[in-house]
């Protein structure tokens, strides 16, 4: 709207070099938020990503195995720690599925998948790299630790 070159047109001389020192000094661009654009960009990556959807479904459904069953979540602690879980996401935002998996990679793998055996879940046992998501995904997340 301000960069109309014609939106001026009908102003004196003095007018129009008072209004072009006013516009001069004030920003003409809008810059969007830093952490809002690094949030989209991110999210959209990796809606794009197709191929790690089953991986994430599987961390998703662990997690929900965490915070919904009182058997799991005991043979869970038995074997992690008490009081140890594995974090729910929230669909907005990216950094929520980060922590997820990074919860999940920091466990030890064979515990956890003969924890999935027992409790009847064989279908959430992991079979692709997650510490690939997390190296990928580690910058992005120390530069949201920073503006937030």
């Known amino acids: 709207m301000l960069d109309d070159e014609t939106l001026f ?3 004196e ?7 072009n020192q006013v516009i001069h000094r004030h920003c003409l661009s809008r810059l969007s938020c ?3 654009s690094l949030q989209l960009a991110i999210k959209d990556a990796m809606e794009k990503c197709v191929s790690t959807r089953p991986v994430m479904a599987k961390c998703s459904k662990m ?3 965490c915070h919904q069953s009182a058997v799991f979540r005991e ?3 038995v074997n ?3 009081g140890r879980s594995i974090p729910s996401t929230n669909a907005t935002r990216w950094s929520s599925l ?3 998996v990074s919860s999940i990679v920091q466990l030890d793998e064979q515990p956890l998948t003969d924890l999935l055996r027992q409790t009847g879940h064989d ?3 992991l079979t692709a790299s997650l510490k690939e998501f997390v190296d990928i995904l580690q910058p992005f997340s120390e530069v949201r630790a920073v503006l937030w």
């Open 9 to 11: 047109e009908d102003l």
């Open 80 to 82: 992690f720690g008490e």
């Open 75 to 77: 043979q869970f602690e």
């Open 34 to 36: 830093f952490a809002h």
């Open 123 to 125: 279908n959430r046992i």
């Open 63 to 65: 997690a929900n195995c």
């Open 13 to 19: 001389e003095d007018d129009d070099s008072e209004v």
């Open 98 to 100: 980060y922590h997820q």
